[in-house]
């Protein structure tokens, strides 16, 4: 046996200094405790921070580099001992740490407490969940409950809302059939109404058009004889006779009395008739002034009786004439402008009357206008020395048309 020995540890000590020669080095040792026992829970560091275990019998053999030095050996409830590596076998005997064993024990007695707490809690939840279960069987059965009232509940109201629905059904039905009967008898209504109407209306119509027709084949018949459509000439023959307003013009001699000159004139006019109502001229004509006695101081004047007046003066203008109606005797509305050449006066007139046609060709027509009319004024009292302006002066024109 002790030959045995010296074997064995030669062969380490020659596989140590094999290893150290690669730089490995090999530890061999057991690990037990006060008694001998292994201590197969222990760990194994070194200082180059390599861990390794022990066998399930407490030995350990473990490869290590050269330039580890020292191996710490620990386990629990076991003091940890460091061992410096000398290539010798290591024989390890922890020592039982009571300070650690103590620190167990009271952990153990929490564990205890907090495992005694655990089951006080577990009890109590019990406790808790058999009353909640308790709790939610009531609830649930007044919950059944209340749900089967509120079901019958629903039930009478869901049959009541039925009924009702069913006696509003009768009385909408009630309500549709005199609303459509009343709907019926309204349509029937408008339909007469419409009937009378469009027989009203087609009587009206059928007036209106036996009464367009009669008014057309008047408004022919009177085109036929009396309407001139072409070119109309015109004969005028009126006097005017001077308004008051013509005393600003003769202010400057006091001598002169209203109605010592009496404008009378003869005109020619030939128009275009363009439709039955308008017709558009130009024309020309001759104004004679009849002068009558001067009057003053119920004494005939004759210290004027050589003033020089111009008894002659030659219009020209242009006229235009309505006629609104189409029968033989008609209204008539005429306006013209022009001028007076010898006396250098604007001519103007404005009148309405009557026309009387007694042809196609040739028609008779009476104007009351008013008119602008020549009439001389005195400068600085001299009666040689005049001039002429317009004055208005109401007319009375006769003509003659074809």
Known sequence: ??????????????????????????VRGAIVDANGLPIRTAVIVTDTKMKFLPRQDGTFEMKVPSTSRSVTISANGYIP????????????RLEVDMEAIRRAEEEARAQEAQLLRAEQERQAALEKARRDSIS???????????????????RIKAEKERLDAIEKARRDSIATVEQARKEAEAQAKAEEDARIKA?????????????????????SAYDERFRNKGLEH?????????????????????????????????????????????????????LFHAKSITIKNDQFDSAYGNFKESRWDVPVFATVKF?????????LVSGSGGYYVLSKTVLWEGGVGVDIRASRRVAAHLLL??????????????????????????AVKLGISF
């Open 136 to 154: 939610a069987v009531e609830k649930a059965r007044k919950d059944a409950e209340a749900q089967a009232k509120a079901e019958e509940d629903a």
């Open 323 to 331: 006629t609104p109606l189409r029968t033989r005797v008609r209204p």
């Open 234 to 286: 015109s004969i005028d023959v009126q006097y005017s006779y001077p308004l008051g307003k013509c005393q600003a013009f003769y202010k400057y001699s006091g001598l002169r009395e209203y109605g010592n000159l009496h404008p009378f004139e003869l005109d020619y006019t030939i128009s275009w008739r363009f439709n039955r109502m308008v017709s558009l001229g130009v024309g020309a004509g001759a």
């Open 199 to 219: 027989e009203k209306a087609e009587e009206a119509a059928k007036v209106k058009a036996a009464k367009k027709e009669a008014r057309q084949q008047k408004d």
């Open 369 to 394: 206008s008013v008119r602008s009319t020549p009439y001389p004024y005195f400068i600085n009292e001299e009666p040689q020395s005049a001039g002429y302006k317009g004055a208005i002066s109401p």
């Open 81 to 92: 001992v460091t061992r410096s590596i000398d290539g010798s076998y290591m024989m390890v």
């Open 1 to 26: 046996m002790k030959q045995i020995r010296i074997l064995f540890s030669v062969l380490s000590l020659l596989m140590t200094l094999t290893a150290q020669a690669q730089g490995v080095r090999v």
